[in-house]
């Protein structure tokens, strides 16, 4: 297992959470890191990805202003920090590791088993 996401839970709305994903060293090193979401009965979904040198990030417009991606290269973690979780922020959350900064689910290879985030 070269993924494994922690930190989520349930979380009344408005309230805040944080994501940490632990990466192999070769993947965290080699590759931009997504994190993505999955609703029940909704495709999965690019939420925000950084570049390896953390110079470059995207977000999907639904959570700007909101989260916020980041990574510890001495840790080999991404972190999602998620403030003001509404409902519709309800979801699997799943880190990855891909290629390029990308949006697009089909442009990483590398994915983790997710982390249930429930916002009531």
């Known amino acids: 297992v070269q993924l494994v996401e922690s930190g989520g839970g349930s979380v009344q709305a408005e309230g805040s959470l944080r994501l940490s994903c632990a990466a192999s060293?070769?993947?965290?090193?080699?590759?931009?890191m997504g994190w993505f979401r999955q609703a029940p009965g909704k495709e999965r979904e690019g939420v925000a990805v950084?570049?390896?040198?953390?110079?470059?990030?995207n977000y999907v417009d639904s959570v700007k202003g909101r989260f916020t991606i980041s990574r510890d290269n001495a840790k080999n973690t991404p972190y999602l920090q998620m403030n003001s979780l509404q409902a519709e922020d309800t979801a699997m959350y799943y880190c990855?590791?891909?290629?390029?900064?990308?949006?697009?689910?089909?442009?990483?290879?590398?994915w983790g088993q997710g982390t249930q985030v429930t916002v009531s």
């Open positions: 990855a590791a891909g290629g390029a900064i990308s949006l697009r689910v089909g442009a990483y290879n590398y």
């Open positions: 060293g070769y993947i965290f090193n080699n590759h931009c």
């Open positions: 950084i570049s390896t040198g953390s110079d470059n990030t």
